[in-house]
């Protein structure tokens, strides 16, 4: 074993100096480690205790704030109004205010003493009236005038709460009980400051109940349960029982293979325990350090003298390192690399070779990064959308002329699998795996997909070829796709407009011819009327009288729509014009059980248009959102500065772009519905005079809308599905643009 001077010098270094170096860090690290438990014991268990004071500060001050609002005259009296059918909105602002300056509440009950909540707030329809009589804390309250229930699981954590409830008594007589106010508190009102704490980076704190459920921990899938003891050893269950005895107290234990230390001290409100846990790795952390330091620097002795014993074998390490750090370098991609080695022998020759192999293969990758380049900067480039699949019909790339076609990018698709490929995808991925099956060619098929960018329908024309090698062997498929949402809205444009003109030369000429007579048989009607004296022969002519007034609006609507006024346009708010037309269907919406959401840019700017036709514009187009929800829902109006012009240009085609001066700032109002949508083979006709789908509609408002917002320089655009509501869009250009 010591059979050369090396060896032997080694031996005696070794026991001189390594085993006393490793028998005093030893020693060391026993003294520091029992010390920095002791300390972190003493810290952990005062961290616990001032965490289970402000819990039970908490309920404290949360039962101060039930008694003095239990004594409100208001909440007293409101038992007596909800019996004799009064309305309870002064107690129920009362308590809307309280409960938002209060933010740890759930939800606020008045219960009556019968169960039956009369009020809660915030409101919900599945609390209205609702049954508490069969609950352990109604009955607790009923029978000891205050009651803090413990944890009333619902579905999930965020759900589940705690319900503090305090008798009510009258308001003349104060022995007798009238109803209960109950504070239902959210769990995280108070977990919170279990939660705020952060020891370390891998310690925690958790709150546990006096049954041993678990009330917070950082795991959620731990909170509410039990369960998490069987993860642990028997050191574990013996510091849990103590937990739920109320003991304070210190230990270590196994959970889940890990090693931690726990402090847990009681509450005195509820019967519950906090509880601070740290990985020993985290606890023993400078202890690690110092261990760390003492192996570092042992393992310089050693190195000093290992560095001694093979001094002599560095004539031949030196090279066989360099030929090995030449090979990893060209490995790694660097072939400028260039192994030298000043020795004449074997090793010399090799390390030539080497630097022959590193020339003939940078030589050979430089041309393929060129090819590669290349292609990817076509692929790149190109106006058209490139979809590329594989022999299986599988997703190889995206170019992003395709990725902003279909507003899905090729990292989101790679990232989330090909179980999660949009559907407007799956649809062109259907049509390459037909051309791969067929081995035929698909030419201009046209597809709607859903753009993520634009948030609306895009039109597309794909077509579809094999992918061949070199060799000519089929390796794929390649789809061609084509944004032709602007040539497709500017033939529906040109159609609607050819459609309007003419018509409306036609409707300003049947008006004209129409409204002489209709003014004379309204003459001899009211001739006639007077000269009658049979009361049943005043209600025909009453009758007759009605319908030709009804012919004249009829008239006068078509008139508007040939031949409207000519607008008066001027610098206007939009935001202005648009609440006093909402002021004026404020009714009809809320018999309509119609919700109004505004979403409206600050500080916009002012238009130039005509103020009453444009609001004759609003009402149109409101009354008939109004007109498709029937059975209630939401209507979402939106004002915004639009400052992208390519997105709107798209869609509104070259006749408008008159719109779109050099500095392209306009505004986008928007009405969007969820009412019953329009069917698709109805879209192309909703702006042709007398269509409609109201039996009692002249099938003139759109129409009018139209022209009007033609007059005024603007634009409208529809887009719907039947059942999937409607979104009808005005661009407006602002004022000082169109004042240039």
Not at 169 to 197: C, R, W
Not at 352 to 372: D, H, T
Not at 446 to 475: Q, R, Y
Not at 610 to 622: A, C, G, I, P, T
Request: hydrophobic share 40%.
């Amino acid at each position: 074993m010591f059979s050369s001077i090396r060896s032997k010098l080694i031996a005696i270094l070794i026991i001189l100096g390594v085993i006393p170096l490793l028998v005093v860090g030893y020693l060391s690290y026993r003294s520091a480690s029992d010390a920095l438990l002791s300390q972190t014991k003493e810290q952990l268990g005062n961290l616990a205790d001032k965490t289970a004071q402000q819990i039970d500060n908490f309920f404290e001050v949360a039962e101060k704030d039930i008694d003095l609002l239990s004594n409100f005259p208001f909440i007293q009296l409101s038992f007596l109004q909800f019996e004799f059918g009064q309305r309870l909105d002064t107690v129920k602002r009362l308590i809307e205010d309280y409960e938002k300056k209060n933010k740890y509440f759930k939800r606020i009950h008045l219960v009556n003493l019968q169960g039956k909540s009369i009020l809660t707030v915030p409101e919900s329809r599945k609390d209205t009236l609702a049954d508490f009589k069969a609950t352990d804390w109604f009955n607790s309250t009923l029978n000891k005038g205050m009651c803090l229930s413990g944890i009333i699981k619902e579905d999930s954590f965020s759900s589940s709460a705690i319900m503090l409830a305090k008798l009510i008594y009258d308001f003349e007589d104060k022995t007798k009980p009238v109803g209960i106010l109950a504070f239902e508190i959210k769990l995280s009102s108070f977990t919170s400051f279990v939660a705020s704490l952060k020891i370390g980076t891998q310690g925690y704190a958790f709150l546990l109940d006096e049954h041993g459920y678990m009330i917070y921990h950082p795991d959620q899938s731990l909170r509410l349960k039990r369960t998490f003891i069987e993860s642990g050893d028997a050191k574990l269950k013996r510091l849990i029982t103590k937990m739920q005895l109320g003991e304070r107290g210190f230990g270590d234990y196994l959970f889940k293979e890990t090693v931690k230390y726990m402090v847990f001290t009681p509450c005195r409100v509820k019967h519950w325990s906090v509880g601070i846990t740290l990985h020993r790795s985290e606890l023993m952390a400078e202890i690690y350090k110092l261990r760390r330091r003492m192996i570092t620097f042992s393992s310089m002795i050693i190195g000093l003298i290992l560095f001694v014993s093979f001094m002599f074998v560095k004539s031949i390490t030196n090279p066989i390192r360099q030929l090995i750090n030449g090979a990893r370098a060209i490995g790694g991609g660097d072939l400028d690399q260039i192994i030298k080695i000043e020795s004449s022998d074997e090793l010399h020759g090799l390390a030539r070779e080497f630097n022959k192999m590193a020339a003939r293969l940078k030589g050979s990758v430089q041309e393929i990064l060129e090819l590669k380049t290349f292609n990817d900067d076509i692929f790149r480039s190109v106006t058209s959308g490139i979809i590329t699949v594989n022999r299986e019909g599988e997703l190889t790339s995206l170019n992003r002329s395709a990725e902003k076609i279909v507003g899905c990018s090729w990292e989101a698709i790679n990232s989330s699998g090909s179980k999660n490929i949009p559907v407007k995808i799956n649809e062109i991925l259907n049509l390459l795996k037909k051309t791969l099956a067929k081995k035929e060619k698909i030419q201009n098929q046209k597809l709607e997909v859903s753009s993520k960018e634009a948030g609306e329908i895009v039109f597309v024309e794909v077509n579809t070829s094999l992918l061949n090698d070199g060799s000519g062997k089929i390796i794929g498929a390649i789809a061609d796709i084509r944004d032709i949402t602007r040539r497709k809205r500017m033939e529906e444009l040109m159609v609607r407009v050819d459609k309007l003109t003419s018509l409306g030369e036609l409707s300003a000429g049947i008006a004209h011819e129409i409204r002489n007579p209709l003014a004379g048989m309204k003459t001899s009607s009211q001739v006639l009327k007077k000269k009658l004296k049979s009361t049943s022969e005043k209600v025909l002519i009453d009758g007759v009288l009605s319908e030709i007034a009804r012919l004249n609006k009829i008239v006068t609507d078509l008139l508007n729509f040939s031949r409207p006024s000519p607008p008066l346009p001027a610098p206007v708010d939009i935001p202005v014009i648009l609440e006093k037309t909402l002021d004026l269907v404020t009714e009809k919406l809320n018999k309509s059980n119609i919700r109004l959401i505004r979403q409206y840019d600050q500080n916009l700017p002012q238009v130039m248009i005509d103020r009453e036709q444009m609001q004759q514009v609003f009402l149109n187009l409101l009354l008939n959102a109004i007109k498709a929800m029937p059975e209630g829902g939401i209507l979402t109006v939106s004002l915004r500065m639009i400052m992208d012009q390519s997105r709107i240009k798209d869609k509104i085609t070259e006749s408008y772009d008159f719109l779109f001066p050099n500095e392209n700032k306009f505004i986008e109002i928007s009405f969007k519905d969820t009412g019953l949508g329009i069917k698709e083979e109805n879209i192309p006709r909703i702006f042709n005079p007398f269509f409609t789908t109201d039996p009692n509609g002249t099938g003139l408002g759109l129409s009018i809308v139209h022209k009007l917002l033609e007059k005024n320089n603007s634009y409208i655009y529809i887009d719907s599905k039947e059942g999937n509501g409607c979104n009808v869009t005005l661009i407006i250009p602002v004022a000082d643009k169109m004042m240039k």
